[in-house]
T-cell receptor, first 115, second 109 residues
Framework: DTAVSQTPKYLVTQMGNDKSIKCEQN?????MYWYKQDSKKFLKIMFS???????INETVPNRFSPKSPDKAHLNLHINSLELGDSAVYFC??????????????FGEGSRLTVL | GESVGLHLPTLSVQEGDNSIINCAYS??????FIWYKQESGKGPQFIID?????DKRQGQRVTVLLNKTVKHLSLQIAATQPGDSAVYFC????????FGKGTTLSVSS
């Protein structure tokens, strides 16, 4: 069973479109995250939710809106896609409210390509 | 600001050699560090972690060393194998995990 699963794995779309990436974890973890990995492999935190509440919101354009319907799901909706949004987006989760409580479990990533 | 960086973007070794991947961090208050391995097309996977009350921690073929005086971490991989080829990240625990830029390890047989 996949611990952290993301869909879709690949997404190719035109500039200006709106798209969503979904994430689900079956680990019973309390906290979920979205990270963005650019073409140089740099991983940067975007958002974090703990028990459906937003706890981290880094400097991300407001075109990006996370939504957590329950603690096992964290979806990422992106409006008015731009070329610079092309990246691999990783969902992750941890057991406790902070990363000091243990390792971060990552999904396989969703590669977004904006044309 | 806080940053976690790696000294070398790439490292090439022969199979059977020992590999050492280095990482410098800037936040002296950090007390938890993790090394991750990311294989091509996959998400990062946990390798080993260390807390600031330790200088060294060993796993299976991997050792992490922490030097708090100079704010330096290293990951040592013994008897490197082709399957170890990947991008390696150190990460520092803050409000979220802050990742360094990654070192690409290439192992040739």
């Amino acid at each position: 069973d996949t611990a952290v699963s993301q869909t879709p794995k690949y997404l190719v779309t035109q500039m200006g479109n709106d798209k969503s990436i979904k994430c689900e974890q079956n680990l019973g973890h309390d906290t979920m995250y979205w990270y963005k990995q650019d073409s140089k492999k740099f991983l940067k935190i975007m958002f974090s939710y703990n028990n459906k509440e937003l706890i981290i919101n880094e400097t991300v354009p407001n075109r990006f809106s996370p939504k957590s319907p329950d603690k096992a799901h964290l979806n990422l909706h992106i409006n008015s896609l731009e070329l610079g949004d092309s990246a691999v987006y990783f969902c992750a989760s941890t057991l406790g409210a902070g990363v000091n409580t243990g390792e971060l479990f990552f999904g396989e990533g969703s590669r977004l390509t904006v044309l | 600001g806080e940053s976690v960086g790696l000294h070398l973007p790439t490292l090439s070794v022969q199979e059977g050699d020992n590999s050492i991947i280095n990482c410098a961090y800037s936040n002296s208050a950090s007390d938890y560090f993790i090394w991750y391995k990311q294989e091509s097309g996959k998400g990062p996977q946990f390798i080993i972690d260390i807390r600031s009350n330790m200088d060294k921690r060993q796993g299976q073929r991997v050792t992490v060393l922490l030097n708090k005086t100079v704010k330096h971490l290293s990951l040592q991989i013994a008897a490197t194998q082709p399957g170890d080829s990947a991008v390696y990240f150190c990460a520092e625990a803050g409000t979220a995990l802050i990742f360094g830029k990654g070192t690409t390890l290439s192992v040739s047989s």
